[in-house]
């Protein structure tokens, strides 16, 4: 049989659904998110949800064969109004070169549908190399890191701001605007968007924040500040598997600078910690340098990642952070 690598750049292949078989779309799904060395405590809940989807006939996917045999996997959550969110790309050894990747990403493209956000860390390539390709298929890279408050480390002071106040159920309007406000052209409002219309996404992933698809809200930990009939500035706090979870820390962009975030912030520390609460997580998007100096300041510290992935500048119109 002719070595794949010496082989001509087509990739003579074709794609069946990963519920046609199983064992192989496992053995791939573990090759693909093992060989990414992410931490275990990244690794572990990533791999078993994987597994739980594939076992479950959930895994929405394509097992890429060669000759009727599996040689590759892709992966992918339900389509956004941007594309697809492909969660899992990996291609067995020895077929692992850049020209095999591009020719799995576009048949992807062209028998599923445009992808919007990809997995990094191909497996058999260097860094340099999986660069030069994404970016020769328009994708630009991005990284996410996890910040934790330290366990030992003494609270935050106190930071008072007029009118902080605890969360209440009849906020989620205004907090739906804020949302709307604070992600407007940012690469964190693609990350989990699941309608074309900002407004109506907005009020979307407020809802199911506050309905507990990431755990179960904490509104003894969730802070607000009210401004001119509005919500100015907020925090909310889940409790995910390992923990809290600050899985939002907002701010109305035309009054940023004012001390809103960090009031809202060290609210939402000082409640936790006073409840006993070790385990404080949040996550950030590298490159948002006002949230990196606002966590750091607060006291956070970088605990897993960066970790990162891709997303696509023709399917993304994102305008950076302000530094």
């Known amino acids: 049989m002719m070595n794949p690598r010496s082989a001509p750049t087509s990739l003579v292949s074709s794609f069946r659904p990963v519920s046609e078989d199983p064992d192989s779309a496992l053995e791939l799904a573990r090759a693909a998110i093992r060989s990414r060395n992410d931490p275990e405590s990244e690794t572990e809940p990533f791999l078993s949800a994987v597994e739980r989807d594939v076992l479950g006939g959930a895994a929405t996917g394509v097992l890429c064969t060669d000759g009727g045999r599996p040689i590759g996997i892709a992966l992918w959550s339900q389509s956004t109004p941007t594309g697809l969110t492909v969660e899992v790309l990996h291609l067995a050894a020895p077929y692992q070169t850049a020209e095999r990747y591009r020719e799995f990403y576009r048949e992807i493209g062209n028998r599923v549908g445009p992808v919007s956000f990809a997995p990094g860390h191909l497996a058999g390539l260097g860094g340099d190399e999986e660069d030069r390709l994404m970016r020769s298929l328009a994708f630009e890279r991005f990284e996410r890191s996890e ?27 205004g ?8 992600y407007r052209g940012q690469l964190d409002r693609y990350l989990f968007q699941v309608d074309a219309e900002p407004m109506r996404d907005a009020e979307v992933q407020v809802r199911e924040i506050l309905s507990g698809r990431w755990g179960p809200i904490l509104p003894w930990a969730s802070f607000v500040v009210p401004a001119d009939g509005a919500i100015a500035a907020a925090t909310l706090v889940v409790r995910a598997a390992y923990g809290p979870l600050i899985a939002d820390v907002m701010v109305e962009p035309t009054r940023q600078g004012r001390g809103l975030g960090r009031a809202v912030l060290v609210a939402s520390v000082r409640a936790l910690r006073g409840r006993g609460e070790t385990t404080i997580v949040l996550n950030v998007t590298e490159g948002n340098a006002r949230a990196i100096r606002l966590y750091e300041r607060t006291g956070f510290v970088r605990s ?20």
Do not use: K, Q
Not at 148 to 172: C, I, K, N, Q, T
Not at 175 to 182: G, K, N, S, T, V
């Open 304 to 323: 897993l990642g960066p970790s990162h992935g891709w997303f696509s500048t023709e399917r993304i119109p994102l305008a950076r952070p302000p530094a």
């Open 175 to 182: 907090l739906a605007r804020l949302h709307d406000a604070a």
């Open 147 to 173: 910040m934790r408050y330290p366990v030992g480390a003494s609270d935050p002071p106190p930071f008072p701001v007029d009118g902080l106040r605890g969360l209440e159920r009849s906020d989620e309007p």
